[in-house]
């Protein structure tokens, strides 16, 4: 329910990106927006469609899309970030978005669907460092969440989980 500017503003930010994706069978379309937050300007949007299999192609387009409209050189360590989506699986990453979906409301039913989740992304991708860590914060929030008393048999499993995403990837 904020403006633009009121969002740049408590973020810090001179630029905001918006958008929506529509997922129907294998079919993606993703429309990015750019907008500058000092006057709310919109700057670029685009359509992108494809399939599922090209989430992270289309990721890293408009990634560069969007540092071509913002006038800034990205790095190659940049461009190599931007071009690792932690998994080249597309069925592993959508179980991984599936489960932080479910932790953007928690509650503990939602919790341990999201430990689902992630664990059927790592079942398809055993280097998805991403899901450990979305694996380790989930059995963390289990031990903290509207818990009279906190379950702290749970905090080697989120301990586990989270020292292993680091073991895959140490810039997490």
Do not use: C
């Amino acid at each position: 329910t904020m403006s633009i500017s009121d969002i740049g503003r408590e973020l810090g930010v001179k630029f905001i990106v918006d958008g929506t994706v529509q997922k129907q069978g294998d079919n993606i379309r993703v429309v990015p927006k750019l907008y500058r937050v000092k006057n709310e300007t919109h700057m670029w949007s685009e359509v992108y469609d494809g399939y599922w299999e090209e989430i992270f192609e289309i990721q890293t387009e408009i990634a560069k899309e969007l540092a071509s409209n913002l006038h800034t050189a990205l790095s190659p360590e940049e461009m190599n970030k931007i071009e690792q989506s932690g998994t080249q699986d597309p069925e592993a990453y959508e179980y991984y978005l599936k489960g932080n979906l479910l932790m953007q409301e928690i509650t503990e039913m939602n919790i341990w669907k999201a430990i689902d989740k992630y664990k059927q992304a790592i079942d398809l991708d055993e280097n998805f460092a991403q899901a450990y860590a979305g694996l380790g914060f989930a059995y963390f929030e289990l031990t903290i969440y509207d818990v009279p008393e906190p379950d702290l048999s749970l905090v080697p499993v989120a301990k586990k989980w989270a020292f292993k995403a680091l073991e895959l990837d140490e810039n997490l």
